[in-house]
């Protein structure tokens, strides 16, 4: 692959589908599926930092393994740098990953209670023949304000935070060019969430890390995050740079999800929707999906989808009256 020039993307998700069979049910009747990702897009650039909000089955957690490449979707494309993640060979794939690291939710279960926290850290090193292995690991524990003492010691002699802090430098050691954050903060005290925020926000600022950082919660999105895709039932309904969205929310939902914060007091926005636990792909749901939930649905709405499109230069969205 060649050089990359200033104006090519960092990471460009194009048309991203993902659909799961799930068991069938009768005898004689296809197995019911669920659309967990639909038309899915977007693109950043090296150094960005875009927050991914939704609420419970939005679909989030499956962008998330679609992009690290650990799922195969049923439609469209991951580039990263160029490269087209879903069809390299995997050889190379296994090398591309380098440039790609995760940060998972849970610091208890993400990491092998049997393992010191060199080798946790180290993990990621496996077959790209780093010779500096234990340099590296104490550079990368001292970046997330550990000790290199700490090397030696293993998971349960650290407190949750401290553990998604031993997270994070595992996803720094091979110096990726992309982290994918999946709610890195959820399982944490609030307390201990500002601290942790600061440090991906801290390592932002030294390191140049590019983030796409998953979360339920837009006030932690506004934390990390300088734009933001608002997701519903698979699909995106609003995106754009994080302070536009939270001060002029175009689309209903986003608007439903700031009134849920207690932050942000709006008066009068209707209260929070409950998402569909389940969607079925049959093919007979033409509407907005979100239009039997919406306080301002119109016939339209339920005849017809609509498309996400600019309301201004980088801010989109997917309501026939946004
Ligand atoms: P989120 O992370 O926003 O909570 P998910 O991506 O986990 O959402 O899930 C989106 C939808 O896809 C949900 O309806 C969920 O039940 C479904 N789903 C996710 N993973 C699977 C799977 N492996 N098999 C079947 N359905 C799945
Ligand atoms: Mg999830």
């Known amino acids: 692959m060649s050089g990359t ?54 679909g989030k957690s499956t962008l998330a393994r679609l992009v690290m490449a650990l799922e195969t979707p049923t439609a469209g494309s991951v580039r990263l740098l160029g490269r087209d993640l879903h069809t390299l060979p995997a050889d190379e794939l296994r090398t591309a990953r380098r440039d790609f690291q995760m940060v998972f939710q849970d610091p208890y279960g993400s990491l092998d209670p049997r393992l010191r926290i060199a080798r946790i850290v180290a993990e990621p090193l496996q077959g790209l023949g780093a010779a500096d292995a234990h340099a590296r690991v104490a550079g990368a524990l001292d970046a997330v304000g550990l000790r290199a003492a700490d090397a030696a010691k293993y998971p349960h002699e650290f407190s949750g935070g401290q553990r998604q802090r031993i997270a994070i430098a595992r996803a720094l050691i091979t110096r990726p060019k992309l982290i994918v954050a999946d709610e890195p903060v959820s399982a944490l005290d609030v307390s201990v969430q500002a601290q942790v925020l600061n440090l991906l926000a801290d390592l932002q600022e030294t390191h140049g890390v590019t983030y796409l950082f998953i979360s339920h919660d837009l006030a932690v ?84 989808a609509p498309e996400l499109r600019p309301l201004e230069p980088g801010h989109l969205a997917a309501c026939h009256y946004a």
């Open 5 to 58: 020039t200033d104006d090519e993307m960092l990471l460009d998700v194009q048309a991203l589908a993902k659909t799961y069979r799930l068991p069938r049910e009768r005898l004689l009747q296809p197995p019911p599926r669920v659309e967990a990702l639909r038309g899915v897009g977007f693109a950043m650039r090296s150094g960005a930092s875009l927050g991914v909000v939704g609420e419970s089955g939005s």
């Open 221 to 304: 999105v506004d934390h990390v995050c300088e734009a933001v895709v608002v997701m519903y039932a698979g699909r995106i309904v609003e995106q754009g740079p994080t302070a536009r969205v939270l001060r002029a929310a175009a689309h209903p939902y986003t608007r439903a999800l700031l009134a849920a914060m207690p932050e942000w007091d709006d008066a009068g926005a209707a209260p929070p929707p409950a998402a569909p636990s389940v969607r079925v792909a049959d093919g007979t749901t033409g509407g907005c999906p979100y239009a039997a939930r919406c306080p301002q649905a119109q016939a339209r709405c339920v005849a017809e």
